[in-house]
Structure formats: structure tokens, C-alpha cells
């Protein structure tokens, strides 16, 4: 099965980002990547690249399975790089994605309950997660 046409939802977090400059820097394969983030937020920070690449905005709080299916029209494959609140929303995604005909989704496994640790902090506290 070829997977030519790849579609990545959390494109501009962390792992998203991550993603994204792996799928354009591949040299074995060409891909084209449509990169698809919550409205009203930065694009990507993408390496320049001869491949295709398209960024979209799409709110999963407000979005619709038709609407989705129209989005991922002609992709392959859907990455979900999904966290935190948005990741409520992930079941959303393979659905319009089976209606659409992509052949391949990947879900997060990033959005379970991570215990925060503030960047400056050499421990965690579980007060500074609400517990």
C-alpha cells in the first residue's frame, strides 16, 4: 500500500512539528502533507522542502464529520499528535476520515493524563497537577 498523501492533526505541537519535519525531510519517499491545527493559532515551524505541503485550521470542538470527510478527501494516512483537551475530540477524526476513504489512522497515544512538571523543575508535584 502506498501512503503518499498524509494528513497530521496537532501539527503545530510539539510531536506534531516533529512529525511534519520528518515526513518533509524523508529523502526515501516524497509525501504530501497537509498539517491541520486548531483556528487562530501559529502555523508550524516546517523545514523548507520540495514536497507538498498545506496547512489547515479546524476546530474538533465545533467541527462535523461531513466537514472532515470533505478535509481528508484524498489522503492516505491520518496522524493524530492530539493532547490534552483536544484529544476529547479524537474519536471525531477516524470517522471522517473512514468517510472520506483514507486507509490508514494512527491515534495519539499522547493524550492520556501526563503528570506536569514545569520546565524549571527538577521534581514533580502532584499539587501541580490539581491532585
Keep these: 500500500m502506498s501512503l503518499k498523501y498524509i494528513a497530521v492533526f ?3 505541537g510539539q510531536l506534531g512539528q516533529s512529525i511534519i519535519a520528518a ?10 502533507v ?5 483556528p487562530k493559532t501559529p502555523e508550524p515551524s516546517v523545514p523548507d522542502s520540495k514536497q507538498d505541503y498545506r496547512c489547515s485550521d479546524i476546530s ?5 464529520q461531513g466537514q472532515l470527510k470533505t478535509e481528508l478527501k484524498g489522503i492516505d ?4 499528535a492530539l493532547d490534552g483537551k483536544a484529544f476529547e475530540s479524537q474519536p ?3 470517522d471522517g476520515a473512514a468517510d472520506a ?4 489512522f494512527y491515534p ?7 503528570t506536569y512538571r514545569k520546565p524549571s523543575a527538577d521534581w514533580v508535584s502532584y499539587t501541580q497537577c490539581g491532585r
Excluded: C, D, M, R
Excluded at 34 to 38: R, S, T
Excluded at 60 to 64: D, E, P, R, V, Y
Design 77 to 80: 494516512a491520518v496522524l493524530s
Design 108 to 114: 495519539s497515544e499522547y493524550g492520556f493524563h501526563q
Design 60 to 64: 474538533l470542538f465545533n467541527a462535523s
Design 101 to 104: 476513504g483514507v486507509k490508514l
Design 92 to 94: 471525531l477524526i477516524p
Design 23 to 32: 515526513l518533509l525531510g524523508w529523502k526515501k519517499q516524497t509525501f504530501n
Design 10 to 12: 496537532g501539527a503545530n
Design 34 to 38: 497537509l498539517a491541520v491545527i486548531p
